[in-house]
T-cell receptor
Framework: SQTIHQWPATLVQPVGSPLSLECTVE??????LYWYRQAAGRGLQLLFY??????ISSEVPQNLSASRPQDRQFILSSKKLLLSDSGFYLC?????????FGSGTRLTVV | AQSVTQLGSHVSVSEGALVLLRCNYS??????LFWYVQYPNQGLQLLLK??????LVKGINGFEAEFKKSETSFHLTKPSAHMSDAAEYFC??????????????FGKGTKLSVKP
């Protein structure tokens, strides 16, 4: 069966520091992969999606970037974090119909 | 383009009462519709989905939703609330699998509280 792993679960980072969040999927090949951010009262905002290795589409201009170095690996990065980058980050992969989500990373920028 | 509106950011019901969470969508293509549930500091879990066919969809934990094309709605219901139903619920819409229309677009969520 397919599983999705996301880490770390929580992260506290100072303003201006770099960021790297990793997501991996098992049990499927060539999945569509997604990064969402959840901020209080704002629902889930789609940040990036990828349909294949090296193929990244950005939905919202921001301080973040994404990369897909391997078929089942999706990385969210930042060179310099801002306070506004705080939030709950969720990785997901899509099968034929619906998305399956990872357990999320709570990022607090201080 | 697709969008989702969830009416009511907070809904409170008594244990045993009917749960009704409202969702209206906008889509330029035939939609796939979803309800997800999120417990604190966890990821999202799929409750139910509508793709094609029967418009009344049953999901896990006793929830169901009805797709009404004429009303562009996909409201979530449960006949009798349980304390364990307290969580945040998200409605989402997408097109079919391919391309950017396959991306799930979410509403802002409705937080359900259940009073004893």
């Amino acid at each position: 069966s397919q599983t999705i792993h996301q880490w770390p679960a929580t992260l506290v980072q100072p303003v201006g520091s770099p960021l790297s969040l990793e997501c991996t999927v098992e049990g499927t090949s060539n999945p569509n992969l997604y990064w969402y951010r959840q901020a209080a009262g704002r629902g889930l905002q789609l940040l990036f999606y990828s349909v294949g290795i090296g193929q990244i589409s950005s939905e919202v201009p921001q301080n973040l970037s994404a990369s897909r170095p391997q078929d089942r690996q999706f990385i969210l990065s930042s060179k310099k974090l801002l306070l506004s980058d705080s939030g709950f980050y969720l990785c997901a992969w899509r099968g034929r119909v619906f998305c399956t989500f990872g357990s999320g990373t709570r990022l607090t920028v201080v | 383009a697709q969008s989702v509106t969830q009416l009511g950011s907070h809904v409170s019901v008594s244990e045993g009462a009917l749960v009704l969470l409202r969702c209206n969508y906008s889509s330029s293509v035939p939609p796939y519709l979803f309800w997800y549930v999120q417990y604190p500091n966890q990821g999202l879990q799929l409750l139910l989905k509508y793709t094609t066919g029967a418009t009344l969809v049953k999901g896990i934990n006793g929830f169901e939703a009805e797709f009404k094309k004429s009303e562009t709605s996909f409201h979530l219901t449960k006949p009798s609330a349980h304390m364990s139903d307290a969580a945040e619920y998200f409605c989402a819409v997408s097109g079919t699998y391919g391309g950017s229309q396959g991306n799930l677009i979410f509403g802002k969520g409705t937080k359900l509280s259940v009073k004893p």
